[in-house]
């Protein structure tokens, strides 16, 4: 478990790097969104054949990165709603 929590937020910090421009997240939503996309990435690793969905690999741990900054561009958007109205 601290190891899947450590892989999300090292996902989510290299999402957050290939994001370009400023992304206005804190530590725990870039933490929340790298273990979203490591689910993602694991699910589809595991799809693929390549292992089970919480086992690190590399396809797993690509996928996921390419998930988590698709996530990170989508809470940027929705967070940028939000001001928007207020």
Do not use: D, Y
């Amino acid at each position: 478990m601290i190891g899947f929590i450590i892989a999300g937020l090292i996902i989510g910090v290299l999402a957050r790097l290939f994001k370009p421009g400023k992304q206005n997240l804190g530590w725990i939503a870039t933490l929340l969104l790298g273990l979203a996309g490591s689910v993602i990435g694991g699910g589809i690793a595991s799809l693929l054949g390549t292992g089970s969905i919480f086992e690190l690999n590399v396809l797993g741990f690509i996928v996921a990165v390419i998930a988590a900054v698709a996530l990170v561009g989508v809470a940027e958007s929705i967070a940028g709603r939000k001001q928007i109205r207020s």
